[in-house]
């Protein structure tokens, strides 16, 4: 422990020292070291052994994790008992496929339009991953068909006493989690790309994950219960027939 402190020793090889002693699973080893890993590029330093180590934590089983939230269905969902501000959030949760603390930082400013035919939704800043770019373009959703008159007519009264993250999650039947409805949503639009409905770069888009793949590694993760339909998507299928 004194060994890493000492000035000698570089910055990255401190990093990797302190994550490995932290008592927590490699999935949270591996995004303290992917974070750090930034961090230390981004002031320059060499960061060759980190790398080295987060190839390892990989190569461990670090990516895949521990346990999957069970995907909730908007049936499920529609007949929650709650107040009204929860049930909004939570049905706005489902038509933006977002995550309970995604919708829960939502402000008045967030809603960019609100009719019975649509509700313009931007999450600007307020997603984990665009707090510091609030311009990317998965940040922005237009919400239309089921549920969309309901969302317009209750959201200014809902806004009036908008539900925390604690307060939505806690009417959330158990087994199910705040990633749930992501996770629903997830295998809904994914199926939806595979009966050919949606093109299937929509999928990531509509899920707020930056991929340059209409399927990437963080998409594939949250249809890890139906890869049969992300198989699908992918369209390999058109290529194995000339096989």
């Excluded at 190839?55 to 670090?62: E, K, P, S, T, Y």
């Excluded at 199910?176 to 199926?191: D, N, P, R």
């Amino acid at each position: 422990e004194e060994a890493t402190l000492a000035p000698q020793i570089a910055l990255q090889t401190t990093a990797a020292i302190m994550i490995e002693k932290k008592k927590v699973t490699i999935q949270t080893k591996l995004t303290y070291a992917k974070n750090l890993h930034t961090v230390l590029r981004s002031l320059n330093n060499d960061v060759t052994i980190l790398a080295h180590y987060i190839a390892g934590l990989r190569a461990m089983g670090a990516e895949k994790p521990i346990n999957q939230a069970k995907p909730i269905s908007k049936e499920i969902l529609l007949a929650i008992e709650c107040p009204l501000p929860v049930k909004v959030a939570l049905l706005l949760a489902r038509k933006t496929a977002s995550r309970v603390d995604e919708i829960a930082r939502l402000k008045k400013e967030s809603f960019l339009k609100l009719s019975p035919e649509e509700v313009i939704v931007d999450f600007a800043d307020r997603t984990k991953k665009s707090r510091g770019k609030p311009f990317l373009p998965e940040n922005l959703c237009v919400v239309t068909g089921d549920l969309t008159s309901f969302l317009c007519e209750n959201i200014p009264a809902a806004l009036e006493d908008w539900p925390k993250q604690s307060q939505i999650q806690k009417h959330l039947p158990k087994p199910y989690t705040m990633h749930s409805i992501k996770h629903g949503c997830a295998i809904a639009l994914i199926e939806a790309a595979a009966n050919g409905l949606i093109e299937p770069g929509l999928v990531p888009l509509v899920l707020k994950h930056q991929s340059k793949q209409p399927l990437g590694p963080v998409t594939l993760r949250y249809a890890a219960g139906r890869l049969d339909l992300a198989a699908k998507v992918l369209r390999t299928q058109d290529a194995t027939r000339h096989l």
